[in-house]
Protein backbone atom coordinates (compact mmCIF):
# COMPACT_ATOMS: atom_id res chain seq x y z
CA UNK A 1 0.00 0.00 0.00
CA UNK A 2 1.16 3.63 -0.82
CA UNK A 3 0.88 6.34 1.91
CA UNK A 4 2.52 7.95 4.97
CA UNK A 5 3.45 6.83 7.86
CA UNK A 6 4.00 8.21 11.23
CA UNK A 7 5.91 7.05 14.40
CA UNK A 8 5.38 6.70 16.94
CA UNK A 9 1.17 7.20 17.34
CA UNK A 10 1.77 8.74 20.88
CA UNK A 11 4.74 10.32 22.56
CA UNK A 12 6.08 11.57 26.18
CA UNK A 13 8.58 13.76 26.56
CA UNK A 14 9.97 15.04 29.80
CA UNK A 15 10.78 19.16 29.65
CA UNK A 16 14.50 19.91 28.47
CA UNK A 17 13.86 16.97 25.99
CA UNK A 18 14.96 16.90 22.22
CA UNK A 19 12.67 13.91 20.87
CA UNK A 20 12.16 13.07 16.76
CA UNK A 21 9.21 12.57 15.26
CA UNK A 22 9.56 9.90 12.27
CA UNK A 23 7.56 10.64 8.80
CA UNK A 24 8.03 8.28 5.52
CA UNK A 25 6.03 8.03 2.23
CA UNK A 26 6.27 5.85 -0.68
CA UNK A 27 4.31 7.78 -3.06
CA UNK A 28 7.09 9.00 -4.79
CA UNK A 29 6.54 12.43 -3.37
CA UNK A 30 8.99 15.22 -4.16
CA UNK A 31 7.63 17.72 -1.32
CA UNK A 32 7.20 16.91 2.33
CA UNK A 33 5.58 19.06 4.84
CA UNK A 34 5.26 19.45 8.61
CA UNK A 35 2.74 20.48 10.92
CA UNK A 36 0.98 21.00 13.96
CA UNK A 37 -2.31 21.44 15.20
CA UNK A 38 -3.80 22.47 18.55
CA UNK A 39 -7.26 21.99 19.90
CA UNK A 40 -9.47 24.38 18.22
CA UNK A 41 -7.28 25.12 15.25
CA UNK A 42 -6.59 25.01 11.67
CA UNK A 43 -2.75 23.49 11.20
CA UNK A 44 0.33 25.17 11.11
CA UNK A 45 3.29 24.94 8.72
CA UNK A 46 6.59 24.28 11.08
CA UNK A 47 8.46 23.19 7.71
CA UNK A 48 8.51 22.43 4.38
CA UNK A 49 10.95 20.65 1.51
CA UNK A 50 10.63 20.50 -1.68
CA UNK A 51 13.37 18.42 -2.87
CA UNK A 52 15.87 16.13 -1.00
CA UNK A 53 18.68 17.80 0.98
CA UNK A 54 16.66 21.20 0.92
CA UNK A 55 14.13 22.86 3.48
CA UNK A 56 12.68 25.88 4.35
CA UNK A 57 10.88 27.03 7.56
CA UNK A 58 7.46 27.70 7.42
CA UNK A 59 5.41 30.09 9.59
CA UNK A 60 6.20 28.25 13.37
CA UNK A 61 9.59 26.96 12.34
CA UNK A 62 11.46 27.98 15.93
CA UNK A 63 11.99 24.98 18.37
CA UNK A 64 12.50 22.81 15.79
CA UNK A 65 14.64 20.88 13.32
CA UNK A 66 14.30 18.88 10.17
CA UNK A 67 16.52 17.06 7.63
CA UNK A 68 15.86 15.58 4.29
CA UNK A 69 18.50 13.18 3.78
CA UNK A 70 16.16 11.01 1.32
CA UNK A 71 13.04 11.65 -0.58
CA UNK A 72 11.09 9.37 1.56
CA UNK A 73 12.29 10.50 4.94
CA UNK A 74 11.60 14.01 6.70
CA UNK A 75 11.73 13.41 10.22
CA UNK A 76 10.92 16.14 12.87
CA UNK A 77 13.40 16.76 16.10
CA UNK A 78 10.99 19.12 18.78
CA UNK A 79 13.76 20.76 20.83
CA UNK A 80 13.94 21.97 24.45
CA UNK A 81 14.02 25.91 22.83
CA UNK A 82 10.45 24.96 22.05
CA UNK A 83 8.25 25.99 24.50
CA UNK A 84 5.03 24.98 24.18
CA UNK A 85 5.43 21.10 22.43
CA UNK A 86 2.39 19.53 23.62
CA UNK A 87 0.23 18.94 20.33
CA UNK A 88 -0.78 16.93 17.28
CA UNK A 89 2.27 16.46 14.44
CA UNK A 90 0.55 16.05 11.19
CA UNK A 91 3.62 15.45 8.38
CA UNK A 92 2.29 15.45 4.36
CA UNK A 93 3.65 14.93 0.93
CA UNK A 94 2.35 16.40 -2.61
CA UNK A 95 3.86 16.24 -6.05
CA UNK A 96 3.52 19.56 -7.43
CA UNK A 97 1.74 22.98 -8.08
CA UNK A 98 -2.19 22.69 -7.13
CA UNK A 99 -1.83 19.23 -6.07
CA UNK A 100 -3.24 18.14 -3.10
CA UNK A 101 -1.21 17.01 -0.26
CA UNK A 102 -1.46 13.62 1.05
CA UNK A 103 -1.46 13.30 5.13
CA UNK A 104 -0.13 10.64 7.68
CA UNK A 105 -1.97 9.68 10.58
CA UNK A 106 -0.17 11.66 12.99
CA UNK A 107 1.93 12.02 16.25
CA UNK A 108 0.17 13.20 19.59
CA UNK A 109 3.16 14.92 21.74
CA UNK A 110 2.71 15.27 25.40
CA UNK A 111 5.25 17.10 27.69
CA UNK A 112 5.31 16.21 30.95
CA UNK B 1 -3.10 37.49 1.41
CA UNK B 2 -4.69 34.15 1.15
CA UNK B 3 -7.19 33.63 3.87
CA UNK B 4 -9.83 31.07 4.99
CA UNK B 5 -12.70 32.19 7.11
CA UNK B 6 -15.26 28.67 8.37
CA UNK B 7 -18.07 30.82 9.87
CA UNK B 8 -19.43 27.94 12.02
CA UNK B 9 -17.18 25.97 14.52
CA UNK B 10 -19.95 23.68 15.52
CA UNK B 11 -22.41 22.34 13.23
CA UNK B 12 -24.91 20.12 14.64
CA UNK B 13 -27.56 17.84 12.24
CA UNK B 14 -29.79 14.85 12.85
CA UNK B 15 -28.92 11.57 10.23
CA UNK B 16 -30.75 12.10 7.36
CA UNK B 17 -30.76 15.63 7.35
CA UNK B 18 -28.85 18.12 4.87
CA UNK B 19 -25.09 19.05 5.94
CA UNK B 20 -24.25 22.75 5.03
CA UNK B 21 -21.02 23.87 6.24
CA UNK B 22 -19.86 27.28 5.41
CA UNK B 23 -16.51 28.74 4.00
CA UNK B 24 -15.57 31.91 2.95
CA UNK B 25 -12.20 32.93 1.18
CA UNK B 26 -9.48 35.41 0.20
CA UNK B 27 -7.63 35.39 -3.04
CA UNK B 28 -5.79 38.03 -5.04
CA UNK B 29 -6.22 35.47 -8.10
CA UNK B 30 -7.75 32.96 -8.69
CA UNK B 31 -7.67 30.21 -6.35
CA UNK B 32 -7.25 26.44 -5.11
CA UNK B 33 -9.52 25.13 -2.79
CA UNK B 34 -9.62 22.19 -1.24
CA UNK B 35 -12.14 20.51 1.85
CA UNK B 36 -10.28 17.97 4.35
CA UNK B 37 -11.87 15.98 6.60
CA UNK B 38 -10.28 14.67 9.87
CA UNK B 39 -11.77 12.09 11.95
CA UNK B 40 -10.80 12.30 16.34
CA UNK B 41 -6.83 11.39 16.25
CA UNK B 42 -6.55 10.94 13.20
CA UNK B 43 -4.81 12.05 9.62
CA UNK B 44 -6.44 14.71 7.13
CA UNK B 45 -8.37 13.08 4.23
CA UNK B 46 -8.96 15.26 1.06
CA UNK B 47 -12.78 15.51 0.57
CA UNK B 48 -13.10 17.13 -2.67
CA UNK B 49 -10.74 20.06 -4.78
CA UNK B 50 -11.67 23.12 -6.89
CA UNK B 51 -9.39 24.24 -9.42
CA UNK B 52 -10.74 26.48 -11.54
CA UNK B 53 -12.63 23.43 -13.71
CA UNK B 54 -16.39 23.02 -12.75
CA UNK B 55 -18.02 25.07 -10.69
CA UNK B 56 -19.49 22.44 -8.56
CA UNK B 57 -17.23 19.93 -7.46
CA UNK B 58 -18.13 16.37 -6.21
CA UNK B 59 -15.92 14.55 -3.56
CA UNK B 60 -16.24 11.55 -1.89
CA UNK B 61 -19.01 9.91 0.14
CA UNK B 62 -21.77 12.16 -1.28
CA UNK B 63 -20.04 15.51 -0.35
CA UNK B 64 -19.86 17.96 -2.74
CA UNK B 65 -18.89 21.98 -2.99
CA UNK B 66 -19.37 25.12 -5.06
CA UNK B 67 -17.31 27.73 -6.06
CA UNK B 68 -19.19 31.40 -6.30
CA UNK B 69 -16.48 33.68 -7.19
CA UNK B 70 -18.71 36.43 -6.55
CA UNK B 71 -19.50 35.78 -3.09
CA UNK B 72 -16.11 34.32 -2.36
CA UNK B 73 -17.46 31.43 -0.90
CA UNK B 74 -16.83 27.54 -1.28
CA UNK B 75 -19.09 25.67 1.14
CA UNK B 76 -19.52 22.11 1.66
CA UNK B 77 -22.85 20.16 1.05
CA UNK B 78 -24.21 16.68 1.50
CA UNK B 79 -28.16 15.84 1.09
CA UNK B 80 -28.33 13.32 3.95
CA UNK B 81 -26.09 13.09 6.89
CA UNK B 82 -24.80 9.87 7.74
CA UNK B 83 -23.29 8.91 11.26
CA UNK B 84 -20.29 8.41 10.24
CA UNK B 85 -20.03 11.90 8.80
CA UNK B 86 -19.27 12.89 11.80
CA UNK B 87 -15.66 14.91 12.40
CA UNK B 88 -13.99 17.70 11.84
CA UNK B 89 -14.08 19.40 8.01
CA UNK B 90 -11.29 21.86 7.14
CA UNK B 91 -11.82 24.45 3.88
CA UNK B 92 -8.17 25.17 2.82
CA UNK B 93 -7.08 27.79 0.12
CA UNK B 94 -3.45 27.19 -1.43
CA UNK B 95 -1.05 29.87 -2.38
CA UNK B 96 2.06 29.21 -4.48
CA UNK B 97 5.53 29.18 -2.80
CA UNK B 98 8.38 30.14 -4.33
CA UNK B 99 9.61 26.72 -6.50
CA UNK B 100 6.46 25.68 -7.65
CA UNK B 101 4.53 24.03 -4.85
CA UNK B 102 1.56 25.41 -2.52
CA UNK B 103 1.38 26.26 0.87
CA UNK B 104 -1.95 25.14 2.01
CA UNK B 105 -3.58 27.69 4.44
CA UNK B 106 -6.26 26.28 6.69
CA UNK B 107 -9.40 27.81 8.39
CA UNK B 108 -9.82 27.01 12.48
CA UNK B 109 -12.43 24.09 11.18
CA UNK B 110 -15.85 23.02 11.95
CA UNK B 111 -16.80 20.16 14.11
CA UNK B 112 -19.72 18.94 12.58
CA UNK B 113 -21.96 16.43 15.00
CA UNK B 114 -24.45 13.88 13.69
CA UNK B 115 -27.43 12.89 15.97
CA UNK B 116 -29.84 9.46 15.25
Known amino acids: DGGITQSPKYLFRKEGQNVTLSCEQNLNHDAMYWYRQDPGQGLRLIYYSQIVNDFQKGDIAEGYSVSREKKESFPLTVTSAQKNPTAFYLCASSTGRNNEQFFGPGTRLTVL | AQSVTQLDSHVSVSEGTPVLLRCNYSSSYSPSLFWYVQHPNKGLQLLLKYTSAATLVKGINGFEAEFKKSETSFHLTKPSAHMSDAAEYFC??????????????FGAGTRLAVHP
Open chain 2, 92 to 105: VVSTPFSGGYNKLI
